[in-house]
């Protein structure tokens, strides 16, 4: 009996070291070749998904499996396998794209008049709060095939006045559309983190212009991804989501509306059974010649 009861002792004490073992794990993720951190990568389990802080540290709680993805923009997605327990350092290789140079003459464009795309203003039907990894991408159409133009901002409605608003960070998306609702090559090959630390008559505006983004014949889907601080929820400044204004209707009547969810493959957004989804946001393009 003593035997026995010894021997359940052992297993359950290993078995407990083992669970707690494996309850959480952490890591940092640095860039390949200047090994410094990539901040706001994605880290995505089978059944979860964490954002890495600042300084490329994150951590999962609960780890079911130790292969996680890690995917950022500007760096190749690789999967790796993670030790519960221990802190590895996990590097990322960058994508490098080839730029033509950039001169002053380029700015030129900026003294042309903008064309708005997209509505801004309107009576909303609904205001949906977008947390930290969703994308919502909107397709905006070519005003003028006839002539070329440069994307100079995105602006949207959101809910927050200027009285109550907090600083958001997010990342900007930018994909070529092969149609209306195809998305191509992603235009904005950059780990770029945006600010958007005023909203104006209820209207965030980030600026795109010194990326010199030409609009595509076939137009182009532009999305937001709202990033938080880091993993530990601590960091009040930037609560990670706006609360976005917008209308529903049968139709998209002002362009279509896609959301992803912490992978590469997009659906149409539907609000219910039948209404769609419409945002109120708008592209603004300047005439680049």
């Known amino acids: 009996m003593c035997r026995y009861l010894f ?11 083992h669970s707690f073992a494996q309850e959480t794990a952490c890591g940092k993720v640095y860039d390949a070749s200047t090994r410094k951190p990539v901040s706001y990568a994605i880290v995505s389990t089978s059944a979860i998904s964490v954002y890495c802080d600042s300084l490329g540290s994150f951590e999962i709680k609960n780890l079911l499996n130790t292969s996680v993805v890690i995917s950022c923009v500007g760096y190749e997605t690789k999967t790796f396998t993670i030790r519960p327990g221990v802190c590895d350092t996990l590097l990322l290789s960058p994508v490098f ?9 380029k700015y030129a ?26 994308t919502f991408l909107k397709y905006f159409p070519h005003p003028d095939i006839s002539k070329p133009y440069v994307i100079g901002s995105i602006s949207v ?15 900007v998306r930018i994909f070529d559309a092969k149609s209306d609702i195809e998305i191509g090559t992603d235009l904005l090959n950059a780990a770029d983190i945006f600010l958007i630390d005023k909203v104006v008559d209820n209207i965030a505006t980030i600026q795109l212009s010194k990326f010199f983004i030409d609009m595509p014949k076939h137009g182009c889907f532009v999305g937001l991804e709202f990033i938080k601080s880091g993993f530990d929820g601590n960091d009040k400044n930037y609560s990670g989501f ?18 992803q969810y912490f992978s590469n493959k997009f659906r149409e957004y539907t609000f219910g059974a039948s209404q769609k989804i419409n945002l109120y946001c708008s592209l603004n393009v300047y005439e680049s010649r």
């Open 242 to 259: 706006l609360s976005l204004k917008g209308w529903l209707s049968k139709s998209f009547e002002d362009g279509s509306v896609f959301t």
């Open 109 to 134: 464009w900026l003294k042309n008049p903008s064309v708005q795309i997209g509505k801004l203003n309107g009576r909303s039907k609904f205001s949906v709060n977008v947390p930290s990894g969703l």
């Open 7 to 17: 021997v359940l002792y052992i297993f359950i004490h290993i078995t407990c070291i």
């Open 97 to 105: 794209q080839q730029l033509e140079p950039v001169t002053v003459g």
């Open 157 to 171: 409605r959101v809910n927050q006045s200027e009285n109550n608003y907090e600083p958001r960070k997010v990342r």
